[in-house]
């Protein structure tokens, strides 16, 4: 939520960035908001047998451990405020990876044995490779962005955010909403990045009338200043980076300020850039699928409570200082309760597979109305086509730079 401050090494990045993040296409509702608000005073204990899930989180190499403890504490708050799933707590059986293949599979073998009902992923590289295994007990993955090939199209697996396309190309919408006619992206160089962002941005701007450029980067040693005069040949309205890393995103803002370019600058989930360029930082517009805590004072009623409920229970639990990171894993788990409280369906695996790809038009927490059944990014695991922009402004504090979320629906590429 605070950080965004939540495809190959794209998107690996984009998920890091967002698995802060808290999370379809819809509006900025309250729907079914105030359930999940509960005062933590109005206590409603679980006391039915436990269901057990696998709480499966990269944390040994640079991972995000505030997504497993947000995960935790939404969890309590489910068994101790909400009365569970239908009466039943959650129970985390948690195992953390290296972010590599033998790590995932790892886990999925430890978690088959303890016999959970699903496993839930959070920022987890790995996680292709668990899906033979889990598949083979039907068991379903469960989490917010696929980053995986497999995961984005796997029966057995449901992501509760935003399609990876989505996230990519929400920026032309979102822009040419605004009355602009041209963006440049940047890359990286890797192989097959190019066709893959032509196969996705060019039906997309088709569509919108909006005109785009690609401008390609090496990961390994890039130079800013002379990618930034490439981009700015062009003279186009926006330029975007897209899955960088906070480093890159930094020194793309310093190049393009100190170039003197006046159009709007778009950096994706960064966030350490306003801290450490602060002056150049104002007006860059930065995006997440859900809405952050720090903007909850102008975010519509139900997600202002949902927020507020965040902060109060993350606060009690003595991880006040995770909320930058904790909002993915958090909004996640209560999402999910939410589903399968709704359906009070059977908490086998199975049954938990068949409750959320049943779930449709659901207000998630944070976040936008999801659709698990498939309709939300044709082809793809993912529930939500929505994103929401934010604005650096000055002395570090965010806006809201979209009118609410932006759906990308009926753009998907056929």
């Known amino acids: 939520m605070r950080s965004i401050r ?8 984009l998920l890091v960035v967002l698995a802060g993040c808290g999370n379809g296409d819809g509006g900025n509702g309250a729907g079914a908001a105030g359930a999940a608000a509960k005062p933590m005073a109005d206590a409603k204990v679980a006391t039915g047998t436990p269901i057990k899930v696998g709480l499966v989180n990269t944390e040994t190499t640079g991972g995000i451990p505030g997504w497993r403890v947000g995960s935790e504490v939404a969890a309590d708050y489910v068994n101790r405020q909400l009365g569970g799933i239908n009466g039943h707590p959650i129970k985390y059986e948690v195992c953390k990876t290296q972010g590599t293949p033998e790590s995932a599979i790892d886990c999925a073998n430890r978690l088959v044995e303890a016999k959970v009902a699903f496993v839930q992923v959070g920022a987890e590289a790995g996680g292709d490779a668990m899906l033979p295994i889990l598949n083979s007990a039907k068991i379903p993955l469960v989490g917010h962005t696929a980053i995986g090939q497999q995961q984005q199209v796997d029966p057995n697996a449901v992501f509760l955010g935003a399609a990876i396309e989505a ?58 200043s002379v990618l930034a005069a490439t981009a700015m040949a062009g003279k186009p309205d926006v330029i975007a980076g897209l899955g960088l890393v906070d480093a890159s995103c930094t020194a793309l803002v310093t190049a393009l300020r100190t170039s003197g370019y006046a159009g709007d600058v778009y950096v994706g989930g960064c966030s350490k850039f306003i801290e ?136 998907a590429p056929q």
């Open 6 to 13: 939540r495809f190959g090494c794209l998107a690996v990045s």
């Open 167 to 224: 996230l990519f190309a929400a920026p032309l919408k979102f822009y040419k909403d605004k009355g602009k006619k041209s963006i440049t992206f940047f890359f990286s160089d890797g192989p097959g990045a190019k066709a893959w962002a032509d196969g996705l941005l060019k039906p997309v701007a088709d569509k919108l009338g909006i005109h785009y450029d690609i401008v390609q980067y090496s990961p390994a040693n890039p130079d800013w």
């Open 276 to 411: 450490a360029v602060p002056e150049q930082a104002v007006g860059v517009q930065i995006f997440s699928d859900g809405w952050r805590d720090d903007v909850k004072d102008v975010a519509p009623a139900g997600k202002k409570a949902e927020l507020e409920t965040y902060v109060q229970a993350m606060t009690a639990a003595g991880h006040g200082d995770l909320l930058s990171t904790a909002g993915g894993g958090f909004g996640d788990t209560m999402t999910i309760a939410r589903i399968l409280t709704a359906a009070k369906g059977d908490l086998t695996g199975p049954g938990v597979l068949k409750s959320l790809k049943a779930a449709k038009s659901v207000d998630a927490f944070a976040g936008p109305q999801i659709s698990c059944d498939g309709t939300a990014w044709k082809g793809t695991t993912a529930c939500s086509n929505s994103v929401i922009f934010y604005q650096v402004e000055s002395g570090g504090k965010i806006g809201v730079a979209s009118d609410g979320f932006v759906g990308m629906s009926g753009l």
